[in-house]
């Protein structure tokens, strides 16, 4: 992927695209005629001229890459979640459970990509393929999307009720930093608790030899072999 031709081309063909479709979907887009992005002029950059600034940019935003990516070959082509989708998020959490109590910016990220992976899995489990960023960011904006971010809202309005019911105070300063502390050390917790399960089943020979098992029902006997 030495080349901008060569990335053009890589992701034409990651979104079932056409140059002819490309084209006019570049010629529909808002803002204006961008400039060089007729059909021989997208014929010329494929076969390795120098597309201009804007061109480059325009083309990054519809075929879902970055644009640095398509530009200069620098860090990955997709971004993992576009930020526009981000915002739904935080707009559906913020109805149930306002985000601003999560002022600790690892435990928003955290949520938001929770947000983002489980989306994702519900959109290509429904789509029986996989996804680019574009394509799930539209569903990440709409019923699914939303539906997954109150869900998580949800889940975190039950650590704030007590036994009896009442609801721990988040606007006394106190009890709301109590709250964010135990939260984000719950997350800490669970985290290194899941890796310490999994290092010691990996270094469990009689928890290998069952995964192992589990993975062979029926060995082969020696005369097959």
């Known amino acids: 992927m030495d080349t901008i031709a060569a990335r053009l081309t890589l992701a034409l063909q990651r979104n079932n695209q056409s140059v002819r479709a490309f084209q006019r979907a570049l010629k529909d887009r808002e803002g204006g005629e961008i400039q ?10 494929l076969g390795g001229a120098e597309p201009n600034p804007s061109f480059l940019k325009a083309a990054a935003e519809e075929l879902g890459v970055r644009v640095e990516w ?4 620098s ?30 910016p690892a435990v928003q990220q955290g949520l938001a990509a929770v947000w983002w992976e489980t989306v ?20 990440a904006k709409g019923d699914v999307g939303r539906d997954v971010a109150k869900r998580i809202g949800r889940a975190l309005q039950e650590p704030l009720y007590a036994t009896d019911g009442s609801a721990i105070d988040l606007n006394e300063p106190i009890a709301r930093d109590a709250y964010i502390l135990a939260l984000t050390q719950a997350l800490s917790i669970a985290s290194q608790t899941f890796m310490r399960a999994i290092s010691r089943m990996l270094s469990d020979p009689t928890l290998r030899r069952a995964t192992e098992e589990d993975t062979n029902v029926n060995p082969p006997t020696e005369e097959e072999v």
Do not use: C, W
């Open 70 to 73: 398509l530009t200069f070959n």
């Open 75 to 104: 860090g990955p082509a997709e971004d993992p979640e576009p930020a526009g989708a981000r915002s739904v998020f935080y707009e559906e959490v913020g109805k149930v459970f306002p985000p601003y109590l999560l002022s600790r």
């Open 36 to 45: 060089g992005a007729s059909y021989p002029n997208i014929r010329r950059y």
């Open 120 to 139: 994702q899995r519900r959109a290509e489990t429904s789509a029986g393929r996989r996804m680019t960023p574009l394509e799930v960011s539209e569903v």
